[in-house]
C-alpha cells in the first residue's frame, strides 16, 4: 500500500489544527491586547472591520516589529493591502491627493474607530481645513454645498482626473446641481452661451452676490464690448493691447509661448474675475501644475525640497525671461536673494567658475536641484562625498 494512504489522514488532522489554532489565535489576541488596551476606545460609530472584529493580527505584529505601532509594514502600504482601490493603479494619469501621494493615510483617517463617517477624524470639513487653512471658511456670500462642510460634494478624497481633484471637469461639475436653463435665464444678454464658469464665480464663496469673485478685470467691469464683438472669440492681440509689458515679456529667449489663434493668456488667467490682481485662474501651485504637474509630483515625493516650490513667481518670471528656466535673473541672484550668507561665502560661483562637467558657470543649480531629491539641502548627490568628486576627481 502507497505511504501516501496512511499520510493523507495526517495532512488532514494537521490542516484542520492549525485553522483552529490561527482562530482562537485571533480571539486571543483581541482578549490579550485589551487587558492593557482600553477597548472603549475601539468601539464608536464607525468601527475599522479588522479591529471590530478582533483581529488586532491583521495590522500588528504582537511581539516586535520594523514598524512604528508594530505594524507590519509601512502605514500607507498596509493600507492600500486592502484600500487598493484608492488610488486604482491610474497614478500615472490622476491627480493624487498630497496626502495619499505621502502615504500618509492617519493624517485624516482614524485607524481603529471614528465617530465620523469614513473613519475621518473629524466632520469632513475640519479635517480638510486642518490642512487647507489658507481658504476663508466663511464668506458674506457662500456657496451651499461650502457653507454645510459637504466638500466630497465638488471634490474627490484621494485622487482625480481633473485639476484641484475635482468630482467633474469644466462647467459639467456645476451643471449637475445648476441647469442649462436657469444658467441662461441668469445672463440675460451675455453676448455668448454662457460658459467656463470659474471665471466669474468662485466655487467657495465671495463678498459678492452671485459669487462673482471679489477683483473684477477692468475690461469687465466697464462692459463686454471692450473685448467682446459679437459672437467672435477674444484673441490674444486685444490682451496685449491693454499689457503691451507681457508681449515684450514673451519676446524673451525662454517664454511662455502660446497659441496665437487661440487666447493662450486664458490658459492661467481669468478674462473677468479673479481673487487677486493677477486673475490668476486659481493658486499658483494648480494654475502651474495644469502643465507642469510632473514637476510638483517630483517635489512632492522627494524627502528633501526647496519649501517654496508652491510660490512659483518667487524664483520664475511668469511670461518669458533671458535667463535659463525663466528665472527673474541670474540664478544665483535669484537664490542670494533668501540664502544671503551663501551669496557672499559659499562654494565658488559665478562667471569666473567653469563647471569641468559641462564647461558652462557654476551656479547654485550645479550642485542643488530645487524641486527635490533624496538627498539634505537637495543636493543632487549625497553631500557626504559622492557630491564633490562629481568635479574633485583627484581627491
Same mark, same amino acid.
Given at each position: 500500500m502507497s505511504p501516501?494512504?496512511?499520510?493523507?489522514?495526517?495532512?488532514?488532522?494537521t490542516v484542520a489544527l492549525l485553522l483552529l489554532v490561527l482562530s482562537q489565535g485571533m480571539v486571543f489576541a483581541?482578549?490579550?491586547c485589551f487587558n492593557c488596551h482600553n477597548s472603549d476606545a475601539f468601539e464608536k460609530r464607525i468601527n475599522h472591520m479588522p479591529a471590530e472584529s478582533g483581529d488586532c493580527l491583521a495590522c500588528h505584529s504582537a511581539h516586535v516589529a520594523r514598524f512604528e505601532g508594530l505594524l507590519q509594514q509601512q502605514v500607507n502600504e498596509l493600507c492600500f493591502s486592502c484600500h487598493g482601490d484608492v488610488i486604482d493603479g491610474q497614478t500615472a494619469q490622476n491627480l493624487i491627493h498630497q496626502p495619499v501621494r505621502r502615504g500618509e493615510c492617519m493624517s485624516c483617517h482614524e485607524p481603529h474607530a471614528s465617530d465620523h463617517q469614513g473613519l475621518l477624524t473629524g466632520e469632513l470639513a475640519d479635517t480638510c481645513f486642518s490642512c487647507h487653512d489658507e481658504i476663508s471658511r466663511s464668506y458674506e456670500n457662500t456657496h451651499a454645498p461650502y457653507a454645510s462642510g459637504d466638500c466630497a460634494a465638488c471634490h474627490l478624497p484621494h485622487q482625480?482626473?481633473?485639476?484641484?481633484?475635482?468630482?467633474n471637469g469644466g462647467d459639467d461639475l456645476c451643471l449637475g446641481c445648476h441647469s442649462s436653463?436657469?444658467?441662461? *435665464?441668469?445672463?440675460?444678454g451675455f453676448p455668448v452661451p454662457p460658459a467656463n464658469c470659474s471665471s466669474c464665480h468662485n466655487p467657495h464663496g465671495s463678498q459678492r452676490k452671485g459669487l462673482i469673485r471679489d477683483v473684477l478685470h477692468a475690461a469687465y467691469e466697464s462692459?463686454?464690448?471692450?473685448?467682446?464683438?459679437?459672437?467672435?472669440?477674444?484673441?490674444?492681440?486685444?490682451?496685449?493691447?491693454?499689457?503691451?509689458e507681457v508681449s515684450d515679456q514673451m519676446a524673451s529667449s525662454h517664454n511662455h509661448l502660446v497659441r496665437y489663434d487661440e487666447n493662450g493668456c486664458v490658459a492661467c488667467h481669468s478674462p473677468h474675475a479673479g481673487d487677486d490682481a493677477r486673475l490668476l485662474k486659481g493658486k499658483e501651485?494648480?494654475?502651474?501644475?495644469?502643465?507642469?504637474?510632473?514637476?510638483f509630483v517630483r517635489q512632492e515625493e522627494? *524627502?528633501?525640497?526647496? *519649501?517654496?516650490?508652491?510660490?512659483?513667481?518667487?524664483?520664475?518670471?511668469?511670461?518669458?525671461?533671458?535667463?535659463?528656466?525663466?528665472?527673474?535673473g541670474p540664478i544665483n541672484e535669484v537664490c542670494g536673494e533668501c540664502h544671503t550668507t551663501h551669496a557672499t561665502f559659499s562654494h565658488p560661483i559665478g562667471e569666473q567658475v567653469f563647471d569641468p562637467r559641462t564647461g558652462q558657470v557654476m551656479t547654485c543649480g550645479s550642485c542643488h536641484a530645487t524641486k527635490g531629491t533624496d538627498h539634505e539641502?537637495?543636493?543632487r548627490f549625497s553631500g557626504t562625498k559622492t557630491l564633490c568628486v562629481q568635479c574633485h576627481t583627484d581627491h
Open positions: 501516501s494512504v496512511f499520510l493523507r489522514p495526517l495532512l488532514a488532522t483581541s482578549s490579550d482625480s482626473e481633473h485639476p484641484n481633484l475635482l468630482v436653463a436657469t444658467v441662461r *435665464e441668469k445672463h440675460t462692459g463686454c464690448t471692450d473685448c467682446h464683438v459679437g459672437s467672435q472669440p477674444v484673441r490674444i492681440d486685444t490682451c496685449l493691447m491693454c499689457h503691451p501651485r494648480h494654475v502651474c501644475g495644469t502643465c507642469h504637474e510632473s514637476t522627494a *524627502e528633501f525640497s526647496h *519649501e517654496k516650490t508652491d510660490a512659483c513667481t518667487d524664483c520664475h518670471a511668469s511670461h518669458g525671461s533671458n535667463h535659463p528656466a525663466m528665472m527673474r539641502y537637495h543636493t
